[in-house]
């Protein structure tokens, strides 16, 4: 089961230059400087774990220090305890739960909530925190869809929401979220996510954002001599 754990220059301020170094270990000093590594102090990665989550593959990466665990019970390393058991089904509650604690992370500026099957590079991360710091309006930054009338017959129906493996936002956008959104069934948490926004925000008021997915990498990652199954565990 996946839990729920971001072109180029110009619109999104992120310079071109791919660095072997984006993913683990520091930002390589050619790329980002250290007035930039700095801004992610203000960042927090809302990471939704299971029992099958090996958080020993994040703590070595760039994302290990600004990794925030959401979990079904107090453990080590816990950043947010929902205090229920999970399941694929459940999700969604899961999601409510990460929703409702951000909203006291008044220290951070930018979130990002990522699968425990993904990856996203540092320089692109740090790229779209340059150009959204202190942004004016609420901003939600994934690969969007609306959901589907058929799946979703309530408050649901139509809301835009972002891919699960990744989505960028900020303090604004958590402000307003309606962490107590009502709704039917068990949808998928993504969808709830996305419900939260347009209820609490307001579609007009919310900059959506695509993201790149050149710089985001889901249940693989290749690149030159290496490839990573992100999910070899069958039941993800």
């Known amino acids: 089961m996946a839990t729920s754990l971001l072109f180029a220059a110009g619109r999104y301020g992120y310079w071109q230059a791919y660095t072997d170094a984006g993913i683990f270990g520091k930002p390589p000093s ?7 590594y700095a801004m992610l102090d203000k960042l927090a990665v809302i990471f939704p774990v299971n029992n099958n989550t090996d958080m020993q593959f994040y703590q070595n990466t760039w994302l290990r220090n600004y990794l925030y665990p959401v979990c079904d019970w107090p453990g080590p390393g816990c950043k947010i305890v929902c205090n229920r058991t999970s399941t694929y089904r459940s999700l969604h509650k899961k999601t409510k739960c990460f929703a409702q604690a951000i909203k006291q992370f008044e220290d951070k500026e930018l979130f990002i909530k990522l699968d425990d099957d993904a990856l996203v590079d540092i320089d692109y991360v740090i790229g779209l925190i ?23 017959p309530d408050s649901l129906n139509g809301v835009m929401y972002g891919n699960g493996k990744f989505y960028m936002f900020n303090r604004k956008l958590v402000q307003c979220l309606d962490t107590d959104i009502k709704y039917r069934g068990s949808p998928n948490e993504d969808s709830v996510f996305g419900g939260m926004v347009s209820n609490g925000c307001g579609e007009d008021n919310v900059e959506y954002v695509k993201e790149d997915d050149r710089w985001i990498w889901h249940k693989e990652y290749t690149n030159k001599n290496k490839h990573i199954d992100l999910s070899f565990i069958k039941n993800h």
């Open 30 to 36: 050619h790329s980002s400087t250290g007035a930039e």
């Open 130 to 152: 340059k150009k959204y710091q202190g942004y004016h309006k609420p901003v939600y930054i994934s690969d969007h869809e609306r959901t589907q009338p058929r799946n979703f």
